[in-house]
């Protein structure tokens, strides 16, 4: 079969691979969306150098169970099954693994399907049936994809920002993440306030319910925020451009007792450590994509709310498109992107 494999210095190639054949404990999944997620850049940037043996990218999977290997339970796991991915696998009995959050293993190097291990961006993928997480039915494929990174990340940093009806909350970056997370935090009631230096990603949170719109390359973020809330500031901030100005601005914009959630961003944290978190009651975490549990949780959250998760696609592309795909998606001039077979 052919898949799209990361090569450096923004190559990417359809390449072929074997077909894949399930081991014990595995599953082969016939590929029917695979998502393409910011996170992906960062493989299709590295130099060529520093890419080893070319895996099939791709770490946002949905599919249907097409063969099942051995050992795996044929009643609780079916041919034609619609599930996702988490797309996680570590060694399976430390606590971080029974507790659902497999990238936190300590114990064995992590598989990350798309990353260090072939992943969704082919006709088919080889995965242990533990990492399956059941697709509702009234849920379409592309929506299991977005769900299985860029918008299950943003639903779980709202949950752990314990968002309600009651809360003003402030999203740096636009981006699929961001839209993603305007979109969710609208379900769960709270007011938004979208920011991002694009006028078109500006204009799509409008779009998807942001109450308060904001540019932070053309006025004070903090200020506005401030001036949107009264002087108050934002009960909850998430943060995920990436951008270390926007973290700074994200820790001033909260209120006193406010919570700021990070998932992105590579730099430092330039914030005063007393003046800006210690005397204004401030908490500060980083989280880090979903738990299996979280996954199945967000997909439920989809279906009772009827959030429309597919509205989140701008582009939809055939895996022969692969340098076009990638080549748009780094311009960050659209939103996201997902590979349909």
């Not at 988490?86 to 009995?93: E, I, L, N, P, S």
């Not at 598989?111 to 992943?119: D, F, H, M």
């Not at 700021?260 to 944290?269: D, K, R």
Request: hydrophobic content about 45%.
């Amino acid at each position: 079969m052919q898949g799209i494999a990361f090569l450096g210095d923004r190559n990417v190639e359809l390449r072929s691979f074997p077909d894949p054949a399930p081991g014990i404990g595995e599953v082969v999944l016939q590929m029917k969306a695979s998502g393409i997620c910011g996170t992906d850049l960062m493989l299709y940037r590295r130099p060529a150098s520093a890419v080893g043996a070319p895996v099939i990218g791709g770490h946002e999977p949905c599919g249907v169970v097409a063969a099942l290997g051995p050992g795996v339970d044929a009643t609780r796991v079916r041919i034609g099954d619609r599930v996702m991915v988490h797309h996680y696998f570590g060694c399976t009995v430390c606590e971080h693994c029974r507790s659902g959050w497999a990238q936190l293993c300590q114990s064995t190097p992590v598989a990350v399907y798309g990353n260090n291990a072939n992943g969704g961006h082919a006709p088919y993928l080889v995965v242990p049936a533990a990492t399956l997480i059941a697709l509702p039915d009234e849920l379409s494929f592309e929506t299991g994809a977005a769900i299985s990174c860029g918008s299950g990340t943003a639903y779980a940093a709202l949950r752990r920002l314990n968002v309600s009806g009651h809360d003003t909350v402030a999203i740096f970056g636009q981006g699929p993440v961001g839209l993603a997370g305007t979109q969710f935090a609208k379900a769960f009631g709270a007011r938004v306030i979208a920011l991002d230096v694009s006028p078109v990603r500006l204009a799509r949170a409008a779009e998807f319910g942001a109450d308060v719109s904001i540019d932070p390359s053309s006025a004070d973020a903090v200020a506005e925020i401030m001036a949107a809330t009264g002087g108050r500031g934002a009960d909850a901030v998430l943060e995920t451009s990436g951008a270390t100005s926007a973290a700074t601005a994200a820790v001033r914009a909260a209120r006193i007792w406010g919570s700021v959630c990070l998932v992105s961003g590579q730099g430092p944290l330039d914030v005063n450590i007393l003046a800006d978190l210690v005397f204004r009651q401030i908490t500060v975490f980083g989280s880090w994509t979903f738990s299996a549990a979280g996954q199945m949780e967000c997909a439920r959250f989809v279906v009772e709310r009827a959030v429309d998760v597919d509205r989140i696609f701008t582009h939809r592309w055939a895996l022969s498109a692969a340098s076009e795909a990638y080549r748009l998606t780094d311009s960050q001039a659209a939103g996201k992107g997902v590979f349909l077979m």
